[in-house]
């Protein structure tokens, strides 16, 4: 049998650390904040937290329970496969997959009490055939497509669509949902707010779970009668703000739950002139200690970070130097004077007071934060702490 899991070296000195204290305090953080900025005896809307790419490469197998005890009452997937590891280890809540689903994966969803995404004709007839042979009704929430372009039935014919699937007695309708393009920017938003309003206040929603608000939409009002917030990147402690632009919304204070660490597995010395790593792109300008983690481009650090990167070593910067390789790299500790093999390296994460922010990386690579936590899954083992 064919194992399909990607590698771990778990007897590597590299790992990922996950913080579960900080995941919570940052979801009770959140919920303080979103009950602060509701109209007086509102109701608090449900927690969907998104939990999609194995956490955004945090590991929801182990977010999930601290999420759940945190008030998160469903959680939003990519696929059928990630909801069944979910439920396969004993995941309880309301898992729904936010992304399109192939009809040959119906009958596993329903079997799993999976809710899927539907959105067009092909969606109800798979329903039909399956309900028809089975008796089994598949839960399902709408995707309207409000101006992302991506999948999702047109907000201009999703009213038929509705009205139709609710006449269905072979499907199960739980929700009806849109993602929005751009919260920061105010005319694209208030598009797509006005296409979905259209939409919901032409249907009856008794009963069903309305939602569009995603990490930062849970921080300003959509003027829709939403009743549950989707919760994504925020939930790791990391910004959906767009580096340099200002759009007004004031996020609150939160903790990053990810770190990158590596023990130091070489030290020596080189001497002016002479190179480090492939190709010599760093070239010693006095005498240097060199130091050598296992950590590599093969465990999600862009070898375009080779030069650029910053690290702690017993609480005192220092700078990686020479190209990453695919599983190792380098750094110059000349002014670490006590290092030895097997202290370690802070790459991300906090040592001793400094901070090292995956937000300073994605600034160098022109990416978001988001892409680049789910980098550092590929190899590295996960170690929580609280």
């Not at 939409?217 to 989707?230: H, L, Q, T, V």
């Not at 910004?239 to 632009?245: A, C, D, I, Q, R």
């Amino acid at each position: 049998m064919i194992n399909r899991s990607l590698p771990v070296n778990k007897l590597r000195d590299a790992w990922v650390e996950i913080n579960l204290g900080n995941l919570e305090y940052n979801i009770n953080t959140i919920k303080e904040k979103i009950k602060a900025s509701l109209p007086k005896n509102s109701e608090m809307p449900k927690l969907m937290a998104v939990i999609k790419a194995d956490g955004y490469g945090h590991g929801s197998l182990m977010c999930a329970p601290i999420l759940t005890a945190c008030g998160c009452s469903a959680f939003g997937v990519a696929s059928v496969d990630e909801g069944l590891e979910l439920r396969q280890n004993k995941v309880k809540e309301e898992i729904l997959v936010l992304g399109c689903v192939p009809i040959w994966a119906f009958e596993t969803a329903a079997k799993n009490d999976i809710t899927v995404s539907i959105f067009n004709e092909e969606h109800l007839e798979a329903a039909r055939i399956l309900y028809d042979r089975t008796k089994m009704k598949l839960k399902v929430h709408i995707k309207i497509d409000t101006g992302m372009n991506r999948i999702g039935i047109s907000h201009r014919c999703a009213i038929d669509f509705i009205k139709k699937v609710q006449e269905a007695d072979y499907i199960d309708l739980q929700g009806i949902f849109t993602h929005f393009a751009d919260v920061e920017d105010p005319k694209i938003l208030n598009l797509q707010k006005e296409n979905f309003k259209k939409v919901v206040n032409s249907v009856d929603t008794e009963n069903l779970t309305i939602h569009c608000q995603n990490s930062l939409g849970a921080f300003i009002d959509p003027e829709i009668n939403c009743n549950m917030i989707r919760l994504g990147i925020i939930l790791y402690g990391l910004s959906p703000l767009t580096e340099g632009k200002n759009c007004g919304i004031c996020l609150p204070t939160l903790k990053p739950v990810m770190g990158l660490k590596g023990r130091i597995t070489n030290i020596h010395t080189i001497q002016k002139g002479e190179g480090v790593s492939y190709g010599y792109a760093y070239i010693a300008d006095k005498t240097t200690r060199v130091a050598t983690i296992p950590i590599g481009y093969a465990d999600g650090v862009s070898r375009n970070l080779s030069n650029k990167l910053e690290a702690s070593l017993n609480g005192k910067k220092i700078k990686q130097i020479g190209r990453v390789t695919m599983d190792q790299m380098m750094f110059d500790i000349t002014e670490v004077d006590e290092a030895k093999v097997g202290d370690i390296i802070t790459l991300l994460g906090d040592d001793e007071g400094s901070y090292y922010s995956i937000n300073t990386w994605a600034k160098i690579l022109n990416t978001i934060n988001y892409e680049l936590t789910c980098r550092l899954k590929v190899r590295l083992p996960r170690i929580y702490v609280r």
